[in-house]
């Protein structure tokens, strides 16, 4: 039994590690209300294609704005298309620290096809924010039938990362000793 678990959690963290957050950006999520994450996720070919494609999209983080229960689930909405395996999802949430009362959307538009490989993506986008200043927007990657998985990661690492500034904003507040 623990060996099969084994072979999952190996296999999740190869998916996981697969994907790139090849743009970071430095900022935390708010502590109450809606915070809005724009990225571009550059998804590589098919192996029997020469063209990669470019989604530009925004996940949303939603605070609930009533008191629920600690055992409330997450959602997560619009990461996995119909086909998609999010089992992915289950499995994070299975082994980290709760995003319980959270509500987690995607929204993209449509993919654009170029013929550049994903490095080659990665600098024109990289070379664009910078010409527009523009310090919110994380550029993403991912091998072909995995851009699920690089949101997924995006935004668990953004409240991973901001929930020290959060807490201490809920001392400044007086929610917490």
């Not at 623990?2 to 430095?26: C, G, K, N, T």
């Not at 995006?154 to 904003?169: F, G, K, L, T």
Request: aromatic share 10%; net charge negative.
């Amino acid at each position: 039994m623990w060996l099969e678990e084994f072979d999952d959690e190996s296999r999740y963290r190869d998916i996981w590690e697969a994907v790139q957050i090849a743009r970071p950006v430095h900022y935390s999520l708010f502590t109450f209300g809606e915070s809005e994450l724009p990225y571009f996720l550059v998804c590589d070919k098919p192996a029997d294609e020469d063209t990669v494609t470019v989604t530009q999209g925004e996940v949303r983080i939603t605070r609930p704005t009533i008191i629920t229960p600690e055992n409330a689930r997450p959602e997560f909405r619009g990461f996995f298309g119909e086909q998609e395996d999010d089992s992915i999802v289950e499995f994070l949430m299975a082994r980290t620290a709760g995003f319980s009362n959270l509500r987690v959307d995607n929204t993209s538009g449509p993919a654009e096809i170029i013929s550049d490989r994903v490095e080659e993506a990665v600098e024109k986008l990289n070379r664009r924010l910078d010409e527009q200043e523009e310090d919110r927007t994380a550029i993403l990657t991912a091998p072909y039938g995995l851009g699920g998985v690089a949101l997924l990661r995006y935004a668990a690492e953004r409240i991973w990362q901001s929930a020290p500034d959060n807490v201490q904003e809920l001392r400044e507040r007086g929610f917490l000793p």
